[in-house]
């Protein structure tokens, strides 16, 4: 092979290298917003639940099925009582499974530790059948954890 064939097939060589970071690049940037929609999705359920289970607080356990929740994430009973107008953060309680993936203090805020999957329950009861004077609804939140099991 001459020099001049060489050089072509070094330059070809340099396009195809170019093309095919520019190409990888586009793929993970298309990963990464696939992701995003699913925390926001999976964020918007999370908080839909809620509602849900204020709607009808009969008594009965509301669930929100395979929601993905973000790692160094936290959700606090204020940010769920801001999504409905009529209910304190005092009178929303958040509890969990024992899983490492997440720490709750104080009933108040979770932290999530890890990428996880888990369902959601929600419980609302009218606060005057529980004796609460402050609430006109009690609503109780478990990650990962079914509420029948805390009956």
Known sequence: MNRQGQEGAS?????????????LVIILGVVSQI???RWRISERRL?????????????????????VLRANSSYSNRAFASTV???????IEIHSS?????IV?????????????T??????LPGIALGEDQCPDYCLISF???LKEED
């Open 11 to 23: 330059f070809r060589l340099l396009i195809e290298a170019v093309l095919i970071v520019f190409i």
């Open 47 to 67: 908080f839909e639940g809620f509602n849900k289970a204020l709607n009808s607080p009969d008594g009965s356990i509301i669930f929100e099925k395979e929601i």
């Open 98 to 102: 024992d899983s490492s993936a997440f």
């Open 35 to 37: 992701d995003e929609w």
């Open 105 to 117: 203090t104080d009933a108040s805020v979770i932290e999530i530790t890890t990428v996880i999957q």
């Open 85 to 91: 107008a009529g209910i304190d953060s005092e009178c």
């Open 144 to 146: 990962g954890k079914d």
């Open 119 to 124: 369902n959601v329950y929600y419980k609302c």
